[in-house]
């Protein structure tokens, strides 16, 4: 009779997983997708405490306590730091994969039930689980700029790491055949410490988000692992649920990155090309706050370009009082989202929805850049990769076929940005030398506030 | 290595539910991608349901131990991922709709 | 009627199989419904593996012969489904393409 | 080692018939589709000949080669017989399910290893296929003319035929509790039939595209039972796709044809108003062939509209010229599909891919319909209910709701029919009588044909 309320309890949570991450298809859903997978995570507990083999439920009660005293202040943190919140949550998550693998294995090595299939996955799991840890302390790490975020590279590095990969592979091997060789186990698993760490090792700090998407993927298939090692189906639908989540959410970075995909597997990416900057001094166009607020009442169609420097300034309050100033007008005001502004994928989307903005007007770049030649002023706050034209036509940049947004099509562009400095690529942007480019330089908060007083000090001018 | 009729089944179950992830996730909005990130972690939390297993049957002290920091982190991940989803959903706005 | 694991477990494939079913029927083209009525057609003809299972055990006059027909049948539906579906199909052009 | 090959070559077949499916998704792909489809099913069927228990192949020899005679004759069937064709297919896949679960049945019973859940498994599979069985034979009847078509009805008629399913399910049960009663069995069997029968009786020939895709969805789900009977996760999940499939499909349609979905379930439909057509005597008027001509030749966007009629006359070939005709005269010629055009989905496309017509001409409605002002003439050609604007406007009409292509919008509209006789629905079509149409009375391949010649004969006059 357990075994039928856990079975059922199983399928009724698969089912409600695949509904949770549905439901997400939408803004008017995404909530309930919450719920469906809250209610699938307590079928899933519920259903497996009616097993048999669960002798007392003493500590699995101070693992719950101690697991929810830890969680609500993890997930309360700023929305700055939701990078680095799921980065050392897919520690843990490759911690309690590696952890139950390790148990596993030594409990039935005592029981001396030890088959070849099962040694075969619980080394897979114990592998993916244990780098997933110490990757996602290290990627945590440098996004909370504990770590140096700098790549750190030396020479033949691939190589080393890749070699530590393959001999933790050969020792796993050579378990799987003779599975009672077990001083081979705690080599396997410092070797996958090890190469967990020498993995982000050479990675830049603003790369992690790739990285995380991967290590979100590597959590899901620890999980398929440990499916096939306790013989368990939801571990395996959810778990490859979650794999097939990171994977495309790290080939979406990477197609709007315009980087390749196998340069995303083998972890080799991340090396700002702060070289490739020309020096060439050209001339940017610096406008006063008069000017802009003048030609910004005058026009009737205005898009506003956010990007990383948004998000570090915490602009986007200031943002939509601006939109709400412009909006009061009669102006008509989108926000043009680029798919990789910001640092995550979304990332411009969520400190828009914080501020308030409404999400139907936060258009995609698809979407929008048909319309650029009929805009009146791109406002470009805290962007330049993603605006970059160079994408379009320089072949020798190395953003080159990267889709950007189109504001150099539009009749006229300010950009606020704090310096003439780069951004992530680290390659100059050609927007700014334009004709009808004009900066506002300065930080993005307070350069949108100056904005704002302008417009609302002569709204009651009038 | 030979594998057991059950070990097939499990590879055929991993095999169609990678198909429906791929599909479902490919339809996530763009807009909800940072909330995907953290509902997905959270779902990757399911490997509480192997740490209940090894903590529950408290075989040896060893693996009782594993079991229950296993039984932690899991449960860290579950109580705070499915908590700042919600919270980041929470500031979606329906069009027209401000507070 | 309780059920095995493995009854549990075909009913988990079901499940995920008729999610993949919704998510793929829902991305074939319009142009390509009628070939879809005869490739399905054609795939439905899997009863033939049960069908092969009876004949081929040959346990009693009665059940080889309804084994046999059933074969007859779903070998009917394998070739004439899959054959008339390439016959279809082929008559798409691509844009630009003339005989 | 046997068991290895097959399991193997069952996860194959799956991935295979998922690609299969998945690759329809465009013309450029789909016959790559059918490839994967044909290998699944030859996996499928090898791993299933590894089985240890299969004795003798003597006996499938002899199937195999019969259903290769009997399907290669029926594949050549014209394309205005596919849907009878598809009917007789699903009987004969019915057919193979009852079957099978019939000789398992009888095999256990002997052998006394019935248990609830195998008798369970095999009434479901028995009743699904056995009326899927008599259900698919009287729908190829009706379709093929062999049967007469009109719907056949009688009072309590849905109470009598839910009489029979209740009844055969109640056997069922009782079965399921007692396995050893078999005397049951045959009556489940034979009630299957006849409902099966019955259920078909009521609905109209031009209805039996939808009753098709239903009773597809119903031998997916028996080849699912079967699985479930047989232990075989192959057959779960070809069937399970299949099931989909068909349940869409049928959606679809009642989407289109503006039908609730309980509607069909219950095979409650079919039968033709007729008598809704008003016979208020409104005015035509008809063109002259030389009429049209000059008006088409004049125009620079020309939308053709094809439905039933230009099945039923075999106008595509003819249509083929007249697009060539335009096109040659620099005329920009559209096909306007609309879902439900015809009898069958996807039949327009089908039809015109025979004559060679492009797939990228041929647009759908949600396509055209904002195009429709900007058109100049619209030709309408053996289509009635799928242009009829009361869909749009008389909120009475049994189509009201229905999309519609929007071919009144147009500048100028031609039809082409053969009388003023309505269509599948039964309903007059206001577009007839509007100012801007002009009817041009012929049968559509005639009537397209004269057409032809005009535009030919005036070309070679200049
Ligand atoms: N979204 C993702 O998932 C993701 C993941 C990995 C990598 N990336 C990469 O990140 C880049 C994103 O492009 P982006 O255009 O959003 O950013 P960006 O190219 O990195 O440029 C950001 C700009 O903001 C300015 N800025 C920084 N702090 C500011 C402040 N407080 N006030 C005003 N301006 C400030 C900087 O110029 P100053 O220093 O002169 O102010 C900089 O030029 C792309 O190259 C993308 O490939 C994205
Ligand atoms: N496609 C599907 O999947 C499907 C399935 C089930 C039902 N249906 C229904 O079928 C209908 C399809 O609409 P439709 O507009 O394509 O067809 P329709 O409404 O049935 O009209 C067909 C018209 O073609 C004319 N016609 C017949 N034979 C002709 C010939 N040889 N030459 C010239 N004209 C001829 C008829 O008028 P004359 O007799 O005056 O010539 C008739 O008005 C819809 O009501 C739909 O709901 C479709």
Redesign the interface.
Known sequence: MA??LT??S??LA??L??F???W?????T??R??GA??L??LL??VG??F?P?????Q??A???V???L???P??R?A?TA?PQ??AL??A??G???G??G???Y??WL?EGVLT??RV?AIVVEVILGFLTFTGSLMAAGKLQEIIPTRPITYRNQNLVNLSLLVLAAVCGVVL?ARPELWPLYPVIVVLSLLFGVLLIVPIGGADMPTV??LL?AY??L???A?????????????????????F??AV?MCRAMNRSFTNVLFGAFGQVQTSTATTTQKAYKSATLQDAVQVLENASLVVIVPGYGMAVAQAQHRLRELYDQLTKRGIDVRFA?H?VAGR????M??LL??A???????V?MDDINPEMPRVDVALVIGANDVVNPAARTDRGSPIYGMPIIDADKAKAVFAIKRSTNPGFAGIDNELYFMDNTLMLFGDAKAVTGDLVRELSGQASHR | MEMGIEAWSLLLVFVLATFIGFDVIRNVSRLLHTPLMSLTNAISAIAIVGSLLIAGEQKTTFTTVLGTVAVAASMTNIVSGFLITDRMLKMFRKPGERK
Do not use: C
């Open positions: 075994e039928q079975q059922a199983y399928v698969t089912i997983f695949v949770s991450l549905r997400l298809n939408h803004p008017k995404a909530r997708g919450v997978g809250v699938a995570m899933g507990v497996t405490l097993d083999h669960i002798v007392s439920f500590w699995i101070v693992g719950l101690v697991g929810t830890l969680g609500v993890l997930s943190v929305l939701v919140r799921t949550s897919h843990f998550g911690l309690a994969a952890l139950v390790t148990a596993k030594f409990l005592d070849q299939f075969g799987v995380i998407a979100n959590a899901g620890a999980a398929v440990m499916g096939f090692v306790l013989d368990n189906k939801l571990l395996i639908t959810a778990g490859a649920l979650d794999g097939s989540s990171g495309i959410l979406i989202i798919p995550m994928p979304g990332h989307n969520v929805a914080e308030d903005i409404p999400y139907d007007h936060l995609e």
